[in-house]
């Protein structure tokens, strides 16, 4: 059964970049879309964008100025990196095979808070 | 692009049905078949239960179903459990390699 899980501090400043990196287990990163998602507590899910192997991106209108997402074939992780962060992007951040238009199967989630 | 419109709350008796509208636009949810539905219980991820409209992934009861009708899609959940407690989430493909998703929906079983 294929698991994704999240990584990357749980703190960042204002201001500073927000990075997290997703690794996959007991699946191969290639031939699929890898999505980021997040969801602020207690509020709904916000699609942030997605990469495929190759490296093709496609980001959210939402955050296109300040997300950049990335991937390591030979480790099997993909990475995003969220720039100018307010407390407004505070938030559990979950990442996922997309297929199919949906989202199978995600991680468990990584909380991250912004805060000095 | 802004949130697909979800009722807040919904809620059922036991062995009830409960129906979630997630209501959208021509541009995502009248304008393709990719919607999806996942049911995210208290501290826990997502979980996919509805993929293209009305198909269920392996392992998903039937007593899940998925249906579209215009800028509309719903969520039909029959003989309704306990563990059906739980929040339950919609997305549509938007065109332009993007996604929407709902504002989400809190079942409560009474």
């Known amino acids: 059964q294929v698991q994704l899980q999240e990584s990357g501090p749980g703190r960042v400043k204002p201001s500073e970049t927000l990075s997290l990196t997703c690794t996959i287990y007991?699946?191969?990163?290639?031939?699929?879309?890898w999505s980021w998602i997040r969801q602020p507590a207690g509020k709904g899910l916000e699609w942030i964008g997605r990469i495929y192997p190759s490296g093709t991106t496609n980001y959210s209108p939402s955050f296109q100025s300040r997300v950049t997402m990335s991937v390591d074939t030979s480790k099997n992780q993909f990475s995003m990196k969220l720039t100018s962060v307010t407390a407004a992007d505070t938030a559990s951040y979950y990442c996922a095979i997309s297929q199919r238009g949906a989202f199978d199967i995600w991680g468990q989630g990584a909380m991250v808070t912004v805060s000095s | 692009q802004s949130a697909l419109t979800q009722p807040p709350s919904a809620s059922g008796s036991p062995g009830q049905s409960v129906i979630i509208s997630c209501t959208g636009t021509?541009?995502?949810?009248?304008?393709?078949?990719?919607v999806s539905w996942y049911q995210q219980h208290a501290g826990k991820a997502p979980k996919l239960i509805i993929y293209?409209?009305?198909k269920r992934p392996s392992g998903v009861p039937d007593r899940f179903s998925g249906s579209k009708s215009g800028n509309t899609a719903s969520l039909t959940v029959s003989g309704l459990q306990a563990d059906d407690e739980a929040d339950y989430h919609c997305?549509?493909?938007?065109?332009?390699?993007?996604?929407?998703f709902g504002t989400g929906t809190k079942v409560t079983v009474l």
């Open positions: 997305s549509s493909y938007a065109g332009n390699n993007n996604y929407v």
């Open positions: 293209e409209v009305t």
């Open positions: 007991d699946a191969s990163i290639r031939g699929f879309f």
């Open positions: 021509s541009s995502d949810v009248g304008a393709y078949s990719h």
